[in-house]
């Protein structure tokens, strides 16, 4: 009796101990085998953004646009350029510098990259020299977008990997094209290039336009070279971009009218909107430019062909400033028939550029008006550029767009 008693006990220990084993293998063991495992299929999920873009309570929202980095492999891509005293300790990493302390100084909300963010040639892997370019933007968990230049292509991605690739980088809000309907499943496949979308701004957070949106970003695909009639030019933005371009602004256009009707406000204007591509348009050259402020130091180089940008542009109505990269040592901005043309100036080191003349970045504000207690509308456009100097100077800070002006 007694013996049996013992087994029982003995049991119900043998029991309890299995059970503990069983609960250690479970919590402790298991979760490291099965990392182990998950890290040999390693599961890389993009890093989102807040969205939608929005003012921020103090009433602005704030573009850094970043032109022509031309990054290559990093610390062995030598400057161009830069002055015989500054070459030996001059590299990519020079680039990276400046986009960090351009965040660092100025806190955008938003990033816009327009083009040659890699220079094809010089990079021999073009994914890497992706992930280099842009890990700054990625750190700052600042929402970014970019456009494609006329070298991103000339290493080992063709200009529709390249789109996807940016659109898969971590806090990008870039496009390879818009969506062809509701789904993320099919892109419009009948728009010109890669990087063509827009972006909408929302109105600050418990405004009556914090569900609408107050400014509109077009992002284009200015391609990359062409020959025309046997002589060789750049890229152009083409009918089918333009249609789809037509297409939104109308759309936007539209949705505005519905909320005019909502609210009864019959003094409302468009909101305004931005365009950024790579390639200059021929109307640059040509001129006449009403106005510029700025440095003017080369011809612009365009295409041959135009196709009609600026008129659609003006006949849309909403773009007040478009804003452009490609000629590195122009960072003026010139107006023509309304509208703002603006050069972001040369920003990577590898790129050309003026020795003795500081590489530079142009920031972009949008003020919203004040209307009896709440944030309406934007009211102004202003831009300036800094200098990558020792104290970043700021240079030829302009007014772009008011609506007093427009109203
Ligand atoms: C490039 O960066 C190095 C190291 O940070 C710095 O010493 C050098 O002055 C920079 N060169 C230029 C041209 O800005
Ligand atoms: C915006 O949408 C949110 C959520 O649907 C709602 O709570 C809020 O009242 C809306 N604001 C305006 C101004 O329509």
């Not at 490291?32 to 993009?46: D, E, G, S, V, W």
């Not at 914090?210 to 695909?221: G, K």
């Not at 297409?247 to 931005?274: E, M, R």
């Amino acid at each position: 009796m007694k013996s049996q008693q013992l087994i029982w006990i003995q049991s119900f220990v043998y029991v309890i101990l299995i059970s503990f084993c069983l609960y250690l293998i479970q919590t402790l063991i298991s979760p490291k085998l099965l990392l182990a495992h998950l890290n040999n299929n390693i599961i890389l999920r993009k890093k989102q953004p807040t969205l939608p873009l929005r003012f921020r309570s103090d009433g602005t929202f704030k573009i850094l646009q970043v032109a022509d980095m031309h990054y290559g492999n990093g610390i062995t891509t030598r400057c161009r350029d830069v002055l015989a005293t500054e070459f030996d300790y001059c590299s990519d990493l020079n680039t990276t510098r400046f986009l960090k302390r351009m965040i660092e100084a100025e806190k955008p909300d938003f990033v816009a990259f327009t083009g040659d963010n890699i220079f094809g040639t010089s990079a021999s892997d073009a994914a890497e020299s992706l992930l280099e370019v842009f890990r700054p933007v990625i750190e700052s968990g600042l929402p970014w977008a970019a456009v494609l230049g006329n070298h991103d292509q000339e290493s080992t991605m063709t200009r529709e990997e390249l789109m996807s690739f940016i659109s898969l980088m971590d806090y990008s809000v870039s496009q390879p094209n818009p969506l062809a309907g509701d789904t993320r499943e099919h892109r419009r496949n009948d728009i010109d290039g890669f990087g063509n979308y827009n972006l909408q701004v929302f109105g600050t957070f418990g405004s009556p336009l914090a569900n609408s949106s107050v400014l509109n970003l077009y992002f284009l695909d200015s391609g990359d070279r062409a020959i025309v009639d046997g002589i060789r030019t750049y890229g152009w933005i083409k009918e089918s971009q333009l249609v789809w371009l037509r297409g939104v602004s109308k759309q936007l256009q539209g949705q505005n009218q519905d909320c005019d009707q909502l609210f009864g406000t019959s003094s409302h204007v468009v909101p305004p909107s931005l365009a950024f591509f790579h390639i200059p348009i021929p109307e640059i050259r040509a001129g006449p430019l009403e106005s510029i402020v700025g440095e003017y130091q080369e011809y612009a180089a365009c295409s041959s062909v135009n196709s009609g940008v600026l008129q659609t542009l003006v006949s849309m109505g909403d773009v007040k400033a478009v804003f452009i990269g490609h000629d590195h040592t122009n960072d003026f901005c010139g107006y023509l028939k309304g509208i703002w043309f603006c050069y972001g100036g040369g920003f990577g080191y590898h790129g050309y550029g003026r020795a003795g003349k500081p590489r530079r970045a142009r920031v972009v504000l949008m003020e919203l008006e004040k209307g009896d207690k709440e944030w309406m509308g934007v009211e102004r456009i202003k831009t300036w550029k800094r200098y990558d100097d020792e104290k970043l100077s700021k240079v030829d800070e302009q007014v772009l767009w008011d609506i007093r002006s427009s109203r």
